[in-house]
């Protein structure tokens, strides 16, 4: 267990909906990642948070946003939903994330199927 | 920009023995990070190891090593003494030295044979 919570564990939901995906990361970790691992490949980073802050961007659509609350649990937004938005998606936390070999640990991920 | 390229979409390796696995990166930054995760059908991404790539050093853990090649910009992972716990995803993962961007390669997906 890395400490790191994500729900829902599963999401099933159609085309054009819109979805929230939260994750709660380690006790004193100020820093949270999301990615995305569609079937079959590796992970696609989406965004970073460090302590509320937008701090790096990756290949994240437009369709998609993040936040992270003061409590520092963040929230990840998908919205017009399609087909190829079915993945796996995961959340990590880091303490600094501020460019350091610090480690990301990862959550149990929330599944995603749009159906 | 920066890529991560595995180039073994699937190995196998007889329990006890050694396996390497390959990952080469492209970056045109001096500094950055590198790591090997591993993702057993649990799906949970774990760390193995991780290389800061001022270091010459070859970093370990256990029966986990690397052989860093900056020059190459190769970064294998040997997996020494395989146990069948060890089957899993792998994924070779490049960051930034400000830490502003992650990359992940597609995996190797290593099954040790009993």
């Known amino acids: 267990d890395s400490g790191v919570t994500q729900t829902p564990k599963h999401l099933i939901t159609a085309t054009g909906q819109r979805v929230t995906l939260r994750c709660s990361p380690r006790?004193?970790?100020?820093?949270v990642y999301w990615y995305q691992q569609s079937l079959d490949q590796g992970l696609q980073f989406l965004i970073q948070?460090?302590?509320?802050?937008?701090?790096a961007k990756g290949n994240i659509l437009e369709r998609f946003s993040a936040q992270q609350f003061p409590d520092l649990h963040s929230e990840l937004n998908l919205s017009s939903l399609e087909l190829g938005d079915s993945a796996l998606y995961f959340c990590?936390?880091?303490?600094?994330?501020?460019?350091?070999?610090?480690?990301?640990?990862f959550g149990p991920g929330t599944r995603l199927t749009v159906t | 920009a920066q890529t991560v390229t595995q180039s073994q979409p699937e190995m196998s390796v007889q329990e006890a023995e050694t396996v390497t696995l390959s990952c080469t990166y492209d970056?045109?930054?001096?500094?950055?990070?590198l790591f090997w995760y591993k993702q057993p059908p649990s799906r949970q991404m774990i760390l193995v190891i991780r290389?800061?790539?001022?270091?010459?050093q070859n970093a370990t853990e256990n029966r986990f090593s690397v052989n860093f090649q900056k020059a190459a910009k190769s970064f294998s992972l040997k997996i020494s003494d395989s146990q069948l716990g060890d089957t899993a995803m792998y994924f070779c993962?490049?960051?930034?030295?400000?830490?502003?961007?992650?990359?992940f390669g597609t995996g190797t997906s290593l099954t040790v044979i009993p």
């Open positions: 006790s004193g970790d100020l820093s």
């Open positions: 993962a490049f960051m930034t030295f400000t830490g502003n961007q992650f990359y």
């Open positions: 990590a936390s880091s303490e600094l994330g501020e460019g350091s070999l610090d480690e990301q640990y």
């Open positions: 290389q800061e790539a001022y270091k010459q």
């Open positions: 948070y460090y302590n509320g802050e937008e701090r």
């Open positions: 970056t045109s930054e001096n500094n950055y990070y």
